[in-house]
């Protein structure tokens, strides 16, 4: 009996260790798979960023030709056509010729016309405030300009003054207020619109709200264009993040996050 004991009991001790070992290979293999998916919905996730960064790029890039495209073309038909009806008018004149009032006004209004566009293209570039005044000046400027010739009120509030920041770095913000109150005209028909600069330690926070007729910000949504994106790749250059929350009815906001101010300091 002693013997048949023990081998019941040597028998019972082995039927544990192997139903131990299927549990803990069975648990091996489940975290194993696990590891796996998780890696592998990871490293879908930063393809998914990645080709989201090349597209933003890529955008960037696309609407940097098209600004290149369309001050061509300004230049081409406004500044081309002036100064060749200039050109003809002066023309007229002749050696030893008494100069005509009717000419002469004409060339004088001809020559002004000439300066306005070019001021304008130059303005199109980089907006002269932009860099005699500082960011904050330049807004002022732009939001009082859009307040005096449309129905729209911006509140227009920054916790302290504006540090100078790099050129490209103010240019890059700059776009961006255009960008979304330019949108805000077109598209949202709204009244007010509050945006906001605060700094905290080394981190500009910027808020943008209005209360208009919001967009349908869904991932396959159509609404979600160019504009945004290219809000997107601005933000992308400056290291920041942005957030878009909107809905139909509900109006729209846009809050920005740039780290790192140091970097991107003026020196």
Known sequence: MEAKEKAKFYFGIIVAILAFSIIAVGFVVVFVRYRKGLLLKQQQLFRQ??????????????????EKIS????????????????????????????????????????????ISSVRRIARSLAPFELELLGLQQALESHFETITKLSDLVINFNCSEDLVRLKPTAELAIYR???????????????????????KKEDTLFISYSDDGAGSDLLPNSKKKGIGLKNIESRVLILDGKVQFVSSLGAGFKCNINIPNLKNILHD
Do not use: W
């Open 49 to 66: 960023d990645f080709l989201h960064k090349q597209e933003l790029l890529a955008i960037n890039i696309e609407s940097a030709e098209a």
């Open 176 to 198: 961006i207020m255009q960008e979304l109150t330019s949108n805000c005209i077109k598209y949202a028909r709204a009244k007010n619109v509050s945006i906001s600069f605060e």
């Open 71 to 114: 001050i061509a073309k300004d230049i081409h038909d406004e500044i081309g056509s002036i100064f060749s009806t200039l050109s003809l008018s002066i023309n007229q004149l002749k050696p030893g010729t008494i100069l005509e009032p009717e000419v002469f006004n004409t060339s004088n209004k001809l020559i002004e016309m000439g």
